[in-house]
């Protein structure tokens, strides 16, 4: 068993090997990844079965059992998001400007790879692919740590990733797996000052205040969603209720899903009603202020300041009538967890108010929170969605995990 | 006395007003800041004198109370930053990109303020003001912890400006200083989650370390800069000696100073002789591999690992032959800590190369590594130089202070 010293030390002799690598190396490598995924989908199957069995046996629940399996066909959508990388076009070398000083110095900053990129990861064996494969094309080397119950799943598919490279010549220490996945050694990763360039949690909450609690290395915290609609005196209720219903149901697992209501006192009595009929066949449980409750009777349950924090995750939601934008933004600036909100409204003043004082990574005006993704935004990938406002904010691409340098070219400037 | 707790709320609520005002309001309390740092000068030097005294009785080093010292000079100096902050375009609300998506949707990605901004610094009564000026103007209220021997001074200093912005209608807890300069309160600073979005030490590597091992709140680690001149085979001479003293000795204090020289082994027996001798004035000590003693003779004192790794900040400098180009690169990716790096050469492959595989913020053919500054790199002014590579790198202006967000102009849209 490769131990994380051994690991960081190969990362990091790794990284400049990637870093120097073509745009045409990586994409044959990544092609060669995706082939070889297909090709060995036997023994990922197998790997996989002992995970699934371990897991049952320790009573894992049916939602984290399903997210451990891999199937023929999720293998074949792991494979084709790595050809889906290879299609995305390379930050690195990208010139971001290039002036000329008045003492002739031409100063230039320039996208670089960012080095050694740890992610660390719940039992989503998915993750390890999609994880490896953008930080191979972003130029940099990884170290994934991915959860124990999907140990196996993911030694397997990052040693047929490794096989993938070395046939092609290519730095087999550009992929590699924490072996150990003890608590002891992800605390030690995450002060792995010198080696990792960044770190980043990719998972639920507690994961994540985990990782940036105890981490000296950098930390790009990603994920907690607490997203709000808000209802605007001058929305199209109609409207309103499309989103309201596409965010909150779409899909209830998801960071970009709206978690809290908000509406304008003004259209409480029109709205709430129609809000409740459109969220009744999906059977979403409200949780109310005392204005809803009185509106939409005591089926409601009373809303706590708790609820009004709370990433539910479920077929639930906050409601809260309030007194104005102002109060909106307040609201959504206390609760939020600085994701993504969205304002419905036909006022003009109104949403350029909420685009500018809202204090968040997406802030929509009269569409779904949903959208906020790497592929929505056009991105073609992500690493995850940051919630912190350092280096990157909302759906991280390739670009997200690059850095920067300045390159100066003189011809003998002294100050 | 204000506890830490009273200023992390009342930055965070002042937060949300500094950002929503504008260019012209945002000058004007600068404007005033200067002004009143004029005018109330002998207020200030007052403070100065307290902190000098208690200085000198606690055994100060001449270097540390000419840092600590505040003059009519310094004074208006301070103010005169003030006024070129002012002068600066303002980063805020800059739109980098938008683009429509294939469904309709608007997105946006625009420059917003960072929100609550903390340094920490050492006993420099100037930073006070430089780093609550910067963070003004981009739009962020800030918390100041400054070293307890320059107390008296910064306090002084924070009162002027907030009676400034006071004066102005301007929100007053923009500006905060933390008057409990107790190590226990630092500590707590930096693990102030939920309400700083950054925190940038400044000073020495000792404290640099420290927030990066204790922080849990975002850190940009600044400062130490092992810089290294490397003097390729098709070198100009003439030209890498006078690179090489301005490196070294222009100013021996800063992190952008050379530590280091490297020179390949063709043009050693040219080269060392004429850098001895070019460094002989300023009284430069050497530290030297074998090489450069065989052919330097004994005075050179022999260069040990931990020569290699040091930031002397001193006449002193080490020095390696190396065997290849390959061997700068490698030497430098080892020892250095990502700062400024510089190789002097006429030979267009070997530029190309060190610039693509050296990995540091700022990369030099042929000019000084002295120009690492805010200044000299048209910024106008810097917080301090990033040696990490997440989210600023070099020099950090009024953009590094900020972050982004992105708006999405809707229609209804729902996925």
């Given amino acids: 068993m490769r131990t994380l010293a051994d690991i960081a030390q190969a990362a990091k002799a790794a990284k400049y090997e990637v870093a120097r690598l073509g745009t045409n190396d990586k994409n044959r490598g990544l092609m060669a990844i995706a082939h070889a995924l297909t090709n060995r989908s036997a023994e990922i199957l197998a790997a996989n079965a002992v995970d699934l069995q ?13 997210r451990l399996l891999l199937t023929e066909a999720r293998i074949q959508g792991i494979a084709e998001g790595c050809r889906q ?3 995305l076009s390379d930050p690195v070398g990208e010139v971001l400007w290039q002036r000329t000083r008045p003492n ?4 230039g900053l320039t996208r670089v790879p960012m080095g050694v990129i740890g992610i ?10 999609d994880a490896a494969a953008l930080c191979f ?12 119950e999907a140990f196996h799943s993911s030694l397997c598919l990052t040693n047929i990733m490794r096989d993938a490279l070395a046939a092609e010549g290519l730095p087999v220490n550009a992929i ?4 150990d996945t003890s608590r002891e050694t992800a605390n030690e990763m995450m002060r792995l000052n010198g080696y990792l360039d960044v770190l980043i949690p990719r998972g639920g909450a507690g994961l994540i205040q985990a990782v940036v609690r105890n981490a000296t290395v950098p930390v790009i915290e990603t994920g907690t969603g607490n997203c709000h609609v808000y209802v605007d005196a001058s929305a199209d209720l109609d409207m309103a209720a499309r989103i309201l219903v596409n965010a909150k149901c779409q899909r209830i697992s998801v960071c970009n899903a709206a978690e809290s209501l908000l509406v304008h006192q003004d259209v409480a009595e029109a709205f709430l009603p129609l809000a409740a009929q459109a969220l009744a066949p999906d059977g979403v449980k409200l949780h109310g202020c005392p204005r809803t409750r009185a509106i939409l009777g005591d089926a409601v349950l009373p809303a706590t300041e708790e609820d009004y924090g709370k990433e539910y995750l479920a077929y639930e939601i906050s409601v809260k009538v309030v ?3 102002e109060q909106a933004i307040a609201h959504i600036n206390t609760f939020g967890t600085g994701h993504s909100e969205c304002i419905v409204t036909r006022d003009y003043t109104a949403s350029q108010q909420f685009l500018d004082q809202v204090d968040a990574a997406a802030v929509y005006v009269n569409a779904s929170t949903r959208f906020t993704d790497g592929f929505e935004f056009g991105f073609g990938a992500e690493i995850g969605i940051s919630t912190q406002k350092l280096h990157a904010r ?10 920067q340098k300045y390159i100066i070219y003189g011809n003998g400037q002294v100050r």
Avoid: H, Q, W
């Fill in 176 to 179: 590699n797996l924490v072996e």
């Fill in 120 to 129: 660390i990861y719940e039992a989503r064996p998915n993750v390890t692919v």
């Fill in 323 to 325: 007194d104005s934008l």
């Fill in 394 to 403: 909302g759906p991280m691409g390739l670009e997200a995990l690059t850095s």
């Fill in 137 to 148: 094309k972003a130029g940099s080397a990884c170290i994934l740590r991915g959860g124990k």
């Fill in 85 to 87: 990388v290879a299609a």
């Fill in 104 to 107: 002739g110095l031409k100063i």
């Fill in 54 to 66: 371990e897991g049952r046996k320790n009573g894992l629940g049916e939602g984290l059992l399903d």
